[in-house]
């Protein structure tokens, strides 16, 4: 089985840029999750969808941000516009629900603002 | 202060070393208790899942959770030089809610 898919993989953009990342989770998982990783703050989730349906964006930092999952295979993360501190790796997560606790992680998208 | 504190490290130890690697929660409701495993530049994948107080063990690997004093550890017995890697603790309340991660601890096994 295909895990999950992310791009992609490297992203160097200039402040006040567009960036969209995205991610197409292991068939058949039912949930997803955004992450953001940095040396600072470690693993700080962002938001996370069920069946497609937002659940909880209590950690988007800030209305500059948003996501998407028009379908069960294909989901985005929007940056608009871009800052510097927005740099990080961003990883995308996905989960039967029916697997207590166990997350399938994606390799990251490398994002760099400058 | 954080819901899940860990020692970020860096551990450098011996091949062949037992490790200790260790998580504190302030959270009681948390029940659900999980070690993932991340190589550089991969993202985290699971390594342990444990339910509520007790050990767990595979293979080289044993989890321990101790709910009274909010403490969990992952042991790694025989270390390899393939164990280096961040070691994240996570945890959630319910297996079906998001996971709250600790910060990682970067461990490298010396041959």
């Known amino acids: 089985d295909a895990g999950v898919i992310q791009s992609p993989r490297h992203e160097v953009t200039e402040m006040g840029q567009e960036v969209t990342l995205r991610c197409k989770p292991i068939s058949g998982h039912n949930s997803l999750f955004w992450y953001r990783q940095t040396m600072m703050r470690g693993l700080e989730l962002l938001i996370y969808?069920?069946?497609?349906?937002?659940?909880?964006d209590s950690g988007m930092p800030e209305d500059r941000f948003s996501a998407k999952m028009p379908n069960a295979s294909f989901s985005t993360l929007k940056i608009q516009p871009s800052e510097p501190r927005d740099s990080a790796v961003y990883f995308c997560?996905?989960?039967?629900?029916?697997?207590?606790?166990?997350?399938?992680f994606g390799d990251g998208t490398r994002l760099s603002i400058l | 202060q954080k819901e899940v504190e860990q020692d970020p490290g860096p551990l450098s130890v011996p091949e062949g070393a037992i490790v200790s690697l260790n998580c504190t929660y302030s959270?009681?409701?948390?029940?659900?208790f999980m070690w993932y495993r991340q190589y550089s530049r991969k993202g985290p994948e699971l390594l342990m899942y444990?339910?509520?107080?007790g050990n767990k063990e595979d293979g080289r690997f044993t989890a321990q959770v101790d709910k009274s004093s909010k403490y969990i550890s992952l042991f790694i017995r025989d270390s390899q030089p393939s164990d280096s890697a961040t070691y994240l603790c996570?945890?959630?309340?319910?297996?079906?809610?998001?996971?709250?991660f600790g910060t990682g601890t970067r461990l490298t096994i010396i041959p």
């Open positions: 997560a996905s989960r039967r629900r029916t697997d207590m606790g166990s997350q399938h």
């Open positions: 444990t339910y509520s107080s």
């Open positions: 959270n009681s409701a948390f029940q659900y």
């Open positions: 996570a945890m959630t309340p319910g297996g079906n809610e998001k996971l709250t």
């Open positions: 969808f069920n069946n497609n349906v937002p659940i909880d």
